[in-house]
């Protein structure tokens, strides 16, 4: 039972470049969220989503688009990435009706 | 406008000796509030909630505190020890809807 997981670890990209974050849960959870955490901003809710097919925005959606095509995957992707997106991201995911969360170990980004 | 803070960014404690973490929030519709542990390099952890039903929940070593009229909930860890040393943030949201505001984070050390 691996949990939560997110690929890559670290990457760096250049302005403009797209590229695509994973995330995976093995735990049969229906309700995925990524967000990203900045020095002295705590986490952010980017998007979330309550089951397969059904995503919606949270605090800060600008700029990433998400998809839910199956249970266990949530993909964050930047259309065009940007130095303020410079961040730490973090998957997470829960039980329907659980209010706590299972993060992933998170996706160290930095846009030059 | 910050929902939830954290006003303490660092706390340090001696080893056996209490370490209390305050958050407070400003919205009343929040209901529901969990403390999250995360040490470097990782995903933050679940560590123990509290609905606005209760003005208190224990887990061993971790007693969460809720003051509604104040707005305001504090985590105590009696004793303290030294593998507490992580940074914990706070997070409160309105059960049912999986959104949670995180606060900044409080790093606590324990020194030996």
């Known amino acids: 039972n691996a949990g939560v997981t997110q690929t890559p670890k670290f990457q760096v990209l250049k302005t403009g470049q797209s590229m695509t974050l994973q995330c995976a849960q093995d735990m049969n959870h229906e309700y995925m969220s990524w967000y990203r955490q900045d020095p002295g901003m705590g986490l952010r809710l980017i998007h979330y989503?309550?089951?397969?097919?059904?995503?919606d925005q949270g605090e800060v959606p600008n700029g990433y688009n998400v998809s839910r095509s199956t249970t266990e995957d949530f993909p964050l992707r930047l259309l065009s990435a940007a130095p303020s997106q410079t961040s730490v991201y973090f998957c997470?995911?829960?039980?329907?009706?659980?209010?706590?969360?299972?993060f992933g170990p998170g996706t160290r980004l930095l846009v030059l | 406008d910050q929902q939830v803070k954290q006003n303490s960014p660092s706390l340090s404690v001696q080893e056996g000796r209490i370490s209390i973490l305050n958050c407070d929030y400003t919205n009343s519709m929040f209901d529901y509030f969990l403390w999250y542990k995360k040490y470097p390099a990782e995903g933050p952890t679940f560590l123990i909630s509290i609905s606005s039903i209760k003005d208190k929940n224990e887990d061993g070593r971790f007693t969460v505190f809720l003051n509604k009229s104040a707005k305001h909930l504090s985590l105590h860890i009696v004793p303290s020890q030294p593998g507490d040393s992580a940074v914990y943030f706070c997070?409160?949201?309105?059960?049912?809807?999986?959104?949670?505001?995180f606060g900044t984070g409080t790093r606590l050390k324990v020194l030996a």
């Open positions: 997070a409160a949201g309105t059960s049912g809807t999986y959104k949670y505001i």
């Open positions: 997470a995911s829960s039980l329907p009706g659980a209010e706590t969360q299972y």
């Open positions: 989503s309550v089951g397969a097919g059904i995503t």
